[in-house]
C-alpha cells in the first residue's frame, strides 16, 4: 500500500498564505522609565537595520519593522516590552536562533547598567 499523494503547493499556495509562518511572541519586563525604555528600543530596531536590512518606524508606542523574510513589532508598555516577529516559511527553520538573538538584544538593551 502507497502512502497517500501529498500536494504539491506553488507560486498559488504562496500567494494564498498556505505556507506555515512561524511566529515569536516575547514580552520582558523592565525597570526603565519610558524615555531610556524607548532609546532602548530604538537601539534594538537600529541593530535590525544594520543587520537584516529592516525598515521601521514609530507608530505611538509601538515600532513597526519590516525585513526580507520577517516583520513584526515592538510595543513599549509601561514596565514592559513585547516583541512579535512573523518569520517567512523560509526562515521558520531558524526561528529558535532568532528568538535567541532577540532575548540577547534584550539583555544588552533593558540593562539597568546601561
Not at 41 to 68: H, M, S
Request: net charge neutral.
Amino acid at each position: 500500500m502507497q502512502p497517500p499523494a501529498l500536494p504539491i503547493m506553488g507560486g498559488d499556495a504562496i500567494r494564498r498564505g498556505l505556507y506555515l509562518m512561524a511566529n515569536i511572541s516575547i514580552r520582558r519586563h523592565h525597570d526603565l522609565d519610558r524615555e531610556h525604555a524607548r532609546a532602548a528600543v530604538e537601539e534594538i530596531a537600529a541593530q535590525l537595520g544594520k543587520e537584516l536590512k529592516a525598515g521601521y518606524q514609530w507608530q505611538g508606542d509601538c515600532l513597526a519593522f519590516r525585513c526580507p523574510g520577517a516583520h513584526g513589532s515592538i510595543a513599549l508598555n509601561p514596565g514592559e516590552v513585547e516583541i512579535v516577529v512573523t518569520l517567512s516559511w523560509l526562515l521558520t527553520p531558524a526561528k529558535t536562533g532568532i528568538e535567541r538573538s532577540i532575548q540577547s538584544y534584550l539583555d544588552k538593551a533593558l540593562s539597568p547598567e546601561r
